[in-house]
């Protein structure tokens, strides 16, 4: 697991704030570059989800002393930045906090050099020592163009090395370049012409042809690239783009769904297979069995989704970087941009489905302020998978006949949420936020590219791996604290002792609870089951199983054993069912809406820098899906839904 | 309409300033060659071509510019 052993902190002269910086527009293959530099030696600093992360890294052994290389977000455009852009722009001009370039490797698409030459001017404006990565060399034949990486070098005073990031082609020569470079530099700064290119594009633009004329680089820029252009020619296609778009999205959700359950139900046995055995040292024991259930329990709550996001990473890195994502997002843009979102919300939106925490980190490449908030705020309507188990026991235990009526429901609630975050975006742009005018789209669609798996494996792993770092701590801390709630409690002798569940704190709250519980047709134990899903929705189906004393490890006959309980469970000292149809689909409106994940609101925190936001929007989804379940359990029992 | 597959000439950019500024440092500028290369299938956004990448505009961003 751990990529960096400690002498990161010791070894080099280096602070980890001076670092070279891998910097260019997107899809220049400057990640690619960063995995060959690195060897995949590289970790996401606290920047995971699918969009071009901040990483770090350190370089191979192979070329020569170590180095700390940071590859920053991909920059389109310094004029109304995203936040990513935002980010890249301050490191590179030196005004960031944390990272402080001493000298930067300039990622440039050779199929592209006018656009990509023009960023380098504010890169070059820096005088650090800095070197061309010229990547794409193998796509030049196919838009018909002609470069000299010599003569570009001798013409733009900047060495020029072209590279083939996918084979680690040319990636020593690079590293040469740069040492030689940053000799060079402890003298004047050579000046280049780069670093004379205006601020104004059209006249910078003039400028780089010019070079580019004098240089030889042969651009018949606008020649489309045949390959790209009939994939596109289907992808984008009046009446097969759809059907290929739903295809895709199809095998996606195949993917995260049926591919992961055997992986997640081994992660699930293992950590229940640990809890037992440590459990058996001392069944008796308070300690161990906080550390079992508690910690080790909380610890699997969050593994068990692991190989599910790992899968989600993958295949939207795998899509990522096939270019098909960019296109995805180019075909719903329409519908979105009516929504008040952007065609880039089709990426949070999709890994919602999986879980909300890496989808609210995807909205940073959304541009505008106002569309971002707009994501993040719909995001937790996204049927995400930790509300599937929820699903399949409260369906079982409504439609217990009839499995394919429970599939069908599913998939409704499934579209349904769609349905739902569309019209709560739709109307919260234009009653709140004053929806007038979409910000800008105008957004690059990358040449398709046969994928390299390994780059992508290693990049699937940092972001997985990151995403356990940032989303483990406060699940298990959440798990932690629930488990003391819920079994310790006052005892007439000692404020606070082991008890059993019904007896605990947990169960006190419930019954304080209980008045509001009523109305939504259900009493205390649920209520207890309802505030431990806060650690994370599925844990609703465990707690469930411990208050009505479901004694099972095995998780399909503690399914089956509490599926049993709540058929025959009733009100204390009455013969009246607790779970009724009407209640139960209560139960399932309430988790629809209700925004029961602490960790997502932690992180809605952090990214949007506002608890203001974070907690209207964790008081709007619960209250609007306890407002919504009250309703619903009521108006079915008026019409005579038992 | 627009026709796809025809070369145009970008004669202006006429819009919002910091929205047109973005796209002029995009590469669409004044005397540059366009194509607009396919239409997604509602219509919008329209892919073009310039200076060798691919963009994504919408046709209200289309329509700030003024070609020849």
């Known amino acids: ?642 | 309409m627009v026709p796809l597959s025809r070369t145009f000439h970008i004669d202006s950019l006429d819009g919002p300033e910091e929205d047109c500024n973005r796209l002029l440092d995009l590469g669409l500028t004044p005397g540059e060659n366009v194509i607009v290369t396919h239409a997604a299938p509602l219509g919008d956004p329209l892919i073009i071509r310039i200076r060798g990448a691919s963009l994504a505009l919408r046709k209200r961003e289309a329509a700030w510019i003024w070609v020849v």
């Open chain 1, 1 to 642: 697991m751990s990529c960096h052993p400690p002498e990161v902190e010791s070894s080099s002269v280096h602070t980890e704030d001076q670092s070279i910086c891998l910097v260019g527009m997107p899809n220049a293959g400057k990640t690619t570059l960063m995995n060959a530099l690195t060897g995949g030696n590289f970790k996401t600093a606290n920047y995971p989800g699918v969009t071009v992360s901040l990483l770090r890294g350190r370089t191979k052994p192979e070329f020569g002393p170590v180095r700390n290389l940071v590859d920053l977000p991909g920059v389109h455009s310094v004029i109304a930045p995203s936040p990513e852009e935002e980010l890249a722009c301050q490191v590179i001009e030196g005004k960031h906090s944390r990272v402080k370039p001493d000298a930067f490797i300039l990622v440039v698409d050779a199929t592209q050099l006018e656009r990509h030459l023009k960023f380098a001017g504010l890169v070059a404006r820096q005088a650090k020592p800095t070197v061309i990565a010229l990547t794409m060399m193998d796509l030049l034949p196919r838009t018909r163009q002609v470069v000299d990486p010599a003569r570009l070098s001798e013409t733009l005073g900047v060495p020029v090395v072209p590279v083939d990031p996918r084979t680690g082609k040319g990636v020593g020569d690079l590293v040469v370049a740069l040492d030689r470079a940053a000799r060079k530099a402890s003298g004047p700064t050579p000046v280049n012409a780069l670093a004379q290119l205006p601020h104004e594009p059209v006249a910078a633009f003039m400028q780089v042809r010019d070079l580019l004329r004098r240089s030889g680089s042969v651009a018949h820029s606008n020649e489309v690239d045949s390959v790209t252009s009939r994939i596109d020619g289907i992808v984008l296609h009046r009446y097969l783009g759809f059907p290929v778009f739903f295809v895709v999205l199809m095998s996606l959700f195949a993917a995260i769904f049926w591919a992961a359950s055997p992986f997640m139900d081994l992660v699930d046995e293992g950590f229940k297979f640990a809890g037992s055995l440590l459990t058996s040292i001392a069944p008796q024991s308070v300690i161990v069995r906080f550390l079992a259930e508690g910690i080790i329990g909380g610890v699997g709550v969050v593994a068990v989704f692991f190989p599910q996001i790992m899968i989600l990473f993958f295949l939207m890195t795998l899509l990522e970087d096939s270019g098909y994502l960019a296109r995805g997002a180019a075909l719903v843009d329409r519908p979105l941009s009516f929504l008040g979102l952007h065609g880039r919300s089709f990426v949070p939106m999709l890994s919602g489905f999986a879980c909300a925490i890496p989808a609210v980190f995807a909205a940073r490449s959304i541009p505008a302020r106002r569309e971002r908030l707009l994501t993040i705020w719909i995001l937790p309507l996204m049927s995400c998978s930790a509300r599937l188990p929820v699903y399949s026991l409260l369906l079982a235990a409504l439609l217990p006949a009839a499995a394919w009526k429970a599939g069908l429901s599913l998939a409704a609630i499934y579209i349904s949420s769609l349905l739902v975050g569309a019209l709560v975006a739709g109307m919260a742009a234009r009653i709140f936020l004053k929806y007038r005018t979409p910000s800008l789209l105008a957004m690059e669609l990358p040449a398709y590219r046969v994928p390299r798996w390994k780059p992508i494996l290693k990049m699937t792993w940092a972001r997985g791996f990151s995403y356990l770092q940032r989303a483990g701590v406060p699940i298990m801390t959440v798990s932690a604290v629930l488990w003391l709630v819920s079994n310790f409690g006052s005892t007439p002798d000692r404020f606070i002792a082991p008890t059993p569940k019904d007896q605990s704190y947990a169960a006190k709250l419930g019954h304080r609870m209980e008045p509001a519980l009523r109305p939504m047709g259900v009493e205390w134990r649920v209520g207890v089951g309802l505030i431990s899903a806060f650690a994370a929705r599925e844990v609703f189906v465990s707690s469930m199983a411990i208050v009505f004393h479901v004694e099972s490890s095995n998780e399909e006959t503690q399914k089956e054993g509490l599926l049993q309980q709540m058929r025959t469970a009733t009100f204390p000292g009455t013969d009246q069912l607790i779970f009724t149809p009407s209640s139960i689909v209560g139960l399932i409106v309430f988790f629809f809406f209700s925004l029961q994940c602490f960790s997502t609101v932690a992180v809605v925190r952090k990214e949007m820098n506002s608890w203001r936001l974070a907690g209207l929007q964790l008081l709007f989804y619960t209250g609007l899906g306890y407002a919504l379940s009250v309703l619903t359990v009521q108006t079915l029992r008026a019409f005579g839904v038992a």
